[in-house]
T-cell receptor
Framework: AQKVTQAQTEISVVEKEDVTLDCVYETRDTTYYLFWYKQPPSGELVFLIRRNSFDEQNEISGRYSWNFQKSTSSFNFTITASQVVDSAVYFCALSAPGKLTFGTGTRLTIIP | DAGVTQSPTHLIKTRGQQVTLRCSPK?????VSWYQQALGQGPQFIFQYYEEEERQRGNFPDRFSGHQFPNYSSELNVNALLLGDSALYLC???????????????FGPGTRLTVT
């Protein structure tokens, strides 16, 4: 069975602070993909990043960065210099053939 | 290039009624997956349609059924509605049912179903 755990239910930080969202996963598959999605109040899930299980290189995209550590089954997401527009619910997800398994999400609030 | 569209946006139904939700995939996509997102939870996989057939199914009762049309659009039907069926229903489209392109699923804005 696959499982994704996002232990942080809610996080609030002051604008311009850095914030890290944690994600821990469980799977027996040797090949898998991990994702982060952003869900703003409008409800639509916005794709942020996909990582496959063979690529442990960290990735940076603007203010966003991701740290994938297979040894600890973690795929953490850091926002640098947070902005109010970053306020949303963020979901980590794990692939299985044909479907995604999502965590319960972390609600991030950026305080102006 | 139109993205994934869903209709209606909101819906209110009474317990015991039946509901049909609709989804049009992103242009060029042939696979549609449906997810249920209860308040405060992550999306839960309901089922996936490819080539007009249900290919995979999550842990949902038979009250949940679907259909895919030749133009790749899809419907989600829920019979004998329960209060617990109140949720945001998300449709996602992709190219192919299980290959790497699937992993870039594009989600629609969802349909908010309220059962009273």
């Amino acid at each position: 069975a696959q499982k994704v755990t996002q232990a942080q239910t809610e996080i609030s930080v002051v604008e311009k602070e850095d914030v890290t969202l944690d994600c821990v996963y469980e799977t027996r598959d040797t090949t898998y993909y991990l994702f982060w999605y952003k869900q703003p109040p409008s409800g639509e899930l916005v794709f942020l990043i996909r990582r496959n299980s063979f690529d442990e290189q960290n990735e940076i995209s603007g203010r966003y960065s991701w740290n994938f550590q297979k040894s600890t089954s973690s795929f953490n997401f850091t926002i640098t210099a947070s902005q109010v527009v970053d306020s949303a619910v963020y979901f980590c997800a794990l692939s299985a053939p044909g479907k995604l398994t999502f965590g319960t999400g972390t609600r991030l609030t950026i305080i102006p | 290039d139109a993205g994934v569209t869903q209709s209606p946006t909101h819906l209110i139904k009474t317990r015991g009624q039946q509901v049909t939700l609709r989804c049009s995939p992103k242009s060029g996509h042939d696979t549609v997956s449906w997810y249920q997102q209860a308040l405060g939870q992550g999306p839960q996989f309901i089922f996936q349609y490819y080539e007009e057939e249900e290919r995979q199914r999550g842990n949902f009762p038979d009250r949940f059924s679907g259909h895919q049309f030749p133009n790749y659009s899809s419907e989600l039907n829920v019979n004998a509605l329960l209060l617990g069926d109140s949720a945001l229903y998300l449709c996602a489209s992709s190219l192919g049912p299980s290959g790497p392109p699937l992993y870039e699923q594009y989600f629609g804005p969802g349909t908010r179903l309220t059962v009273t």
